[in-house]
């Protein structure tokens, strides 16, 4: 069974046409799940294919994203500022390997922070969070789970969402407190999951195991 395909995108920022290495979803398959539900895979591990980045100019989301996005001037003016600045910094290469999948989803945390999207920064900071737990790197695993529970909490403070993605949002908000050692929050976002969702999510089963969890440690 192939792995992979090539798939044709055409950056929404700077025009240009690039081919990208595509996971066949039917080659995926989860192993097991950590306590904040990272997915380990066997063989094929679609985290280092997910995010879309433009070889020209860096802009950089999560592949359903990618051409959708809409860039009115001012968020246009915005992102630029961020990928000139990148460019200087860093370099993408074409291999798939933990690295270059840690830059690529920086470039998207950091774009998407400038399109004010903070769920999605949130997200792409939990898998860079991911990434370094792959690669056993603590310390930088820790930063960005910090980054990424900064930004889910301004998301659900500060933004609108509907009720389907209230479960996820607290059951981050609980997990990554856990994961950071912070007790006592945890123990708050928990709470609040499980008093308005009951078990009506994923989200809100796993994160009962997970705040009983907390109270028996
Ligand atoms: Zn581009």
């Not at 950089?60 to 003016?77: A, C, G, N, P, V």
């Not at 930063?143 to 889910?152: C, K, P, Y």
């Not at 796993?206 to 705040?211: A, K, Q």
Request: charged share 35%.
């Amino acid at each position: 069974m192939k792995s992979f395909w090539e798939k044709e995108f055409t950056c929404p920022f700077c025009g240009v046409v690039f081919r990208k290495k595509m996971v066949f979803y039917d080659a995926v398959r989860v192993r097991s799940r950590d306590p904040d539900l990272k997915p380990n895979y066997e063989a094929v591990n679609p985290l280092l294919y997910s995010v879309v980045s433009c070889p020209s100019c860096y802009f950089s989301t999560l592949e359903d994203d990618f051409e959708k996005i809409k860039l009115s001037q001012e968020k246009r003016t915005k992102v630029e500022e961020v990928l000139k600045n990148l460019r200087e910094k860093l370099k993408l290469e074409e291999r798939e390997d933990h690295i270059e999948s840690v830059k690529r989803h920086t470039i998207c945390a950091l774009v998407y922070e400038a399109l004010g999207d903070k769920k999605k920064t949130a997200v792409s900071y939990l898998r860079i969070a991911w990434l370094f737990r792959e690669l056993g790197m603590r310390e930088r695993e820790r930063w960005a789970m910090e980054e990424s529970l900064r930004f889910f909490e301004e998301f659900y403070r500060y933004s609108y969402y509907d009720d389907k993605e209230e479960p996820m949002i607290l059951f981050y908000l609980g997990v990554l407190n856990q994961m950071l050692g912070k007790k006592k929050e945890a123990a708050k976002w928990y709470e609040l999951l499980i008093r308005k969702h009951g078990d009506s999510s994923i989200y809100s089963k796993v994160g009962r195991e997970r705040w009983q969890e907390l109270r028996e440690s």
